[in-house]
């Protein structure tokens, strides 16, 4: 059942976005991984580790840098974590592994675990050596995965280690979903997201682009497959409501990421608007500096110390020459047949927390593209009532297993948690393999 | 202010610090040099018949990321001739009067060879001689160096060989390569030697090559055991100085020799008796400029200590190395955590759990104390706990779990001191400064040692025991 692909090849070459889009934490060396490694204080029951959602035995695998065992290295990463090699370049340690790390309270300086981490994995790449783990001994049992993202991929790694075949179903034309299509391109590129899964279609992981899950073709998934995993994301980002939106020059940052990441756009407009102020609309605005854009503004309605942004990236952008206006509201976007400018409001914020425009405060911003970035909507409405439990649009999941209020479903990701980090996805969809498989034997063991 | 000056076996020094007999001391312009750099000594690369070399000659073992804990070699005695060696000591003297310069004699077991070397080397100028019984690879197949320490009556023999012809100070090298040291150490002094220097260089493999599977270093495709020299040896060489020292029958002028790279190194080889200390592979690693900092550090330690010469404290360690049954066996230590200073790498948590007495806890935030709750499972819990990325908030430290302390508190081990055996190994681990310390606990206890037990009958030997106390 194994197929060999080649994602990898398919990545689009685009040699302008390679060059406005270096790496933000480039490469260790070998010797500088070396010194670093052996900063690690090995310690017990990491912190690290236990910060990591895929609690990847961090301490492990860097002693295992240390040692030059750089193959069991990056099968300690592996193991816990399908997708190391993307998530550490796309993970955001500072929150996480990094700043977990005892170092902290030490000499302040924390152990550079991701590029550690991205140092065994590129070894492993590099090497040629094949994926260290082999397919479990076939069981006949088979799992229908919605959507190519790290969820179902890590899910279905998970599934193939235990002998259960993997079906991946997804809408574009390659795999990873937004590890593929929306993570800035100087933390992760797209190739590099391909030639991850690459390693991972070693496990005999079947793949089919192109096909989008409605609910006639899930009923028909259901009766084929053993069980069903909804890795399916979230949806479109959601839209203002104000005059103006569909004229050209409006777009919303996920397209936008995803359009210049495929090489369809390399460069962008003077002046550019992003309404919001959450981590995809700080890779929108940094993706706008780098294409070009002399002006890049991010319009918030609320002040700094509430963007949903993590602080690293506020700081990052306006390294980039990010400029933020605060406490204002587009109204209106202005153009005929183009984007010419963006009607805003000036707000204030009243006693009771909430933003009222201040009268008279009106003024325009001459910009020549807007893109949105207010959050996604999700994207259940295939999930015809009843066939599995909602809250506010997102799956209701068991967090140990990941099954949903029908047993033979379960999901994990950000259709989910409402949208978080490709780590997330990834532990979501390992712990949902394992209660797959669990769930399966239990029903064998029934009949 | 505190002096280096110090006089050796009537060798006047203006320091103690001297270049031992190697590499760094092959030639006269190299021994100029580290005189200009501060050396107030050097014991002259071994003279003797020129030998040829091989190539490769020197292999070494890294530690941690950190290059060359321990060197070895197996390069002989000077490959240059005797002349050569010989005049260029005299332009060294006449250039350098008031610096030690020591010639480091090897010839064959002769009494003729050894008198004719002597005059030669004194003639010279030389300021004394350190006799090469230490040599531990290829001049010992020829019957020499270590090859005569290993074997006290040769060591007394060509002692006294020497002895008859020599004027200047006669300093006997001796090899670690022996069982116990102060055999060969004794010989030497019943032949009359002046001072002894140690140690040499301990037999060694440093390693073998992975991909090819030969050994280091590599002469075309085989070794030798080599030397060992280097910070690794340190402590062995401390060990045998303290013997020597303590030892009536053996004690003399001692050079101590052994790892010594730094004023500390230097400090606690004078504290175990030695008069003056020879340096060779941190220079070999470093080069002569390191002499630089010893010297200032020694002073500055001298400063505060209150000492003002080296003889002030030359062998105040030595009362205090004793026999373990002199140790008094009612002192009781047990390990004490500053909470404040803890990092939570809870390394001496499983170092005491693993390699010593399962008596550190992780049960500071539980609601009552467990020391049934092992390592395993500390793992297995945190392991199972389901944790995701924070949602991110402007200014978020990642500070969330509290604590009276920085470290949260569940991750702060606790000591069972009433199991505590006071063994040090928590606070050999623990990474932070002062934060594990050994504290005393009055335990109302008079002191009593092993010795005092049996004596008083309150324990019997065993008879084989005793056997093998001399």
Not at chain 1, 340 to 347: F, T, V
Not at chain 2, 251 to 274: H, K, R, T, V
Not at chain 2, 343 to 352: D, V
């Amino acid at each position: 059942m194994s197929e060999s692909t080649n994602f990898f090849e398919q990545a689009p070459d685009s040699p302008e976005i390679a060059a406005r889009f270096p790496d933000l934490h480039p490469p260790f060396n070998k010797t500088a991984a070396l010194t670093e490694a052996n900063r690690c204080l090995y310690c017990f029951d990491a912190p690290c580790t236990i910060a990591c959602p895929t609690h990847i035995d961090v301490p492990r695998f860097i002693k295992k840098i240390a040692s030059g065992n750089l193959q069991g290295s990056a099968k300690t990463i592996l193991d816990a974590n399908i997708l190391g090699a993307s998530c550490s370049r796309a993970c955001p340690v500072d929150v996480l592994c990094e700043g977990a790390c005892v170092m902290h309270r030490y000499n302040t300086q924390p152990i550079a675990i991701a590029r550690l981490q991205r140092f065994a994995m590129d070894a492993l790449h590099e090497s040629g050596a094949p994926l260290p783990f082999l397919p479990g001994e076939d069981t006949g049992k088979s799992v229908a995965l919605i959507g190519a993202g790290p969820a179902s991929l890590a899910c279905a790694a998970e599934l193939r280690r235990r002998g259960i075949r993997a079906e991946i179903f997804d809408a574009r034309p390659l795999p990873g979903g937004l590890n593929t299509y929306g993570i800035a391109e100087y933390k992760l590129p797209l190739a590099e997201s391909l030639r991850e899964i690459d390693m991972l279609a070693q496990l005999g992981v079947k793949f089919n682009f192109n096909v989008s899950v409605d609910a006639t073709k899930l009923a028909a998934l259901e009766t084929t497959h053993d069980a069903v995993f909804l890795g399916v994301g979230l949806g479109a980002i959601y839209q203002l409501g104000i005059t103006g939106e569909a004229l050209e020059g409006v777009t919303n940052a996920l397209d936008y990421i995803a359009a210049y990441k495929s090489g369809e756009i390399t460069s962008a407009p003077g002046r550019v608007a992003i309404i919001g102020a959450g981590n995809t609309a700080i890779d929108a605005a940094n993706a706008s500096a780098r294409l070009g854009a002399s002006e890049v503004y991010m319009i918030y309605r609320r002040g700094p110390e509430q963007m949903s942004a993590f602080a690293f990236e506020y700081e990052h952008a306006k390294q980039e020459g990010v400029k933020f206006l605060w406490h204002v509201r587009p109204i209106g976007i202005q153009g005929t047949e183009k984007v010419k400018a963006l009607d805003l409001a000036r707000l204030e914020v009243t006693p009771d927390g909430s933003l009222v425009p201040i009268t008279g405060e009106l003024f325009q911003l001459q910009v020549d593209l807007v893109i949105l970035a207010i959050g996604q909507a999700t994207h259940t409405e295939f999930l015809d009532s009843g066939k599995v439990k909602l809250e506010r649009g997102r799956i209701v999941i068991d967090r140990m297993t990941g099954q949903t209020s029908n047993p033979k479903y379960f999901a994990g990701g950000d259709c989910t948690n409402g949208g978080r980090e490709v780590v997330d996805a990834v532990a979501d969809g390992k712990r949902a393999g394992i209660g797959i498989a669990a769930w399966l034997e239990g029903q064998n063991a029934n009949a | 202010m505190p002096t280096l000056e110090t006089t050796f076996a009537s060798i006047r020094c203006i320091n103690p610090f001297w270049l031992a007999s190697a590499p760094p001391t092959n030639c006269g312009e190299q021994v100029m040099r580290a005189f200009d750099a501060g050396w107030g000594g050097a014991v002259w690369k071994t003279i003797g018949e020129p030998i040829t070399n091989v190539s490769s000659r020197y292999s070494s073992v890294d530690w941690n990321g950190q290059r060359m804990m321990g060197l070895n070699n197996i390069e002989l005695i000077s490959d240059r001739s005797i002349e050569v060696n010989l005049r260029e000591i005299t332009e060294v003297k006449r250039r350098y009067p008031k610096h030690a310069v020591i010639a480091s004699l090897m010839v064959e077991s002769k009494r003729h060879a050894w008198h004719e070397i002597v005059q030669r080397a004194e003639d010279a100028g030389a300021d004394g001689l350190e006799l090469n019984f230490g040599c531990p690879h290829g001049m010992s197949e020829r019957g020499m160096g270590s090859a005569v320490g290993q074997v006290p009556e040769y060591c007394a023999q060509i002692t006294e060989w020497v002895k008859e012809k020599a004027r200047t100070p006669v300093i006997i090298k001796l090899t670690p390569n022996i069982s116990d040291i102060r055999m060969p150490a004794r010989a030497a002094k019943r032949g009359g030697a002046d001072a002894l220097s140690a140690i040499n260089t301990i037999n060694s493999i440093t390693g073998i090559d992975l991909d090819t599977l030969e050994p280091r270093p590599n002469v075309d495709g085989k070794s030798s055991h080599g030397g060992y020299c280097g910070p690794a040896v340190k402590p062995i060489a401390l060990n045998m100085v303290q013997q020597v020292m303590s030892d009536e029958q053996a004690a003399l002028p001692m050079s101590g020799i052994g790892g010594i790279a730094s004023w500390q190194d230097a400090a606690e080889f004078i504290l175990l008796g030695a008069g003056t200390v020879q340096v060779c592979t941190a220079v070999m690693h470093y080069g002569y400029r390191i002499v630089e900092d010893m010297a200032d550090g020694l002073l500055s330690w001298m400063c505060q200590k209150g000492y003002e010469t080296l003889d002030d404290f030359r062998g105040r360690s030595l009362p205090n190395v004793t026999e373990w049954k002199h140790l008094n066996l009612n002192y009781k230590i047990i390990a004490r955590i500053h909470e404040d200073k803890c990092i939570g790498c809870e390394l001496c948590y499983t170092a005491c759990w693993d390699g010593a007495h399962q008596c550190i806890h992780l049960d500071r935030a539980l609601p009552a104390p467990n020391t049934l709750r092992t390592p395993a499972m500390v793992e297995a819990e945190s392991r199972s706990r389901i944790t995701t990325t924070p949602i991110p908030k402007l200014g978020l430290d990642g500070d969330g779990e509290s604590g009276p302390y920085r470290t949260p508190l569940a991750r702060i081990p606790r000591v069972d001191e009433h199991e505590c055996v006071g063994c040090n190994l928590c606070s050999l681990v623990c990474p932070v400064p002062d934060c594990i310390t050994m504290e005393r606990v009055d335990n109302g206890l008079p002191s009593e040692t092993w010795e005092e037990r049996v004596n008083a009958g309150a324990v019997a030997e065993s008879p084989a025991t005793s056997n093998l106390n001399r």
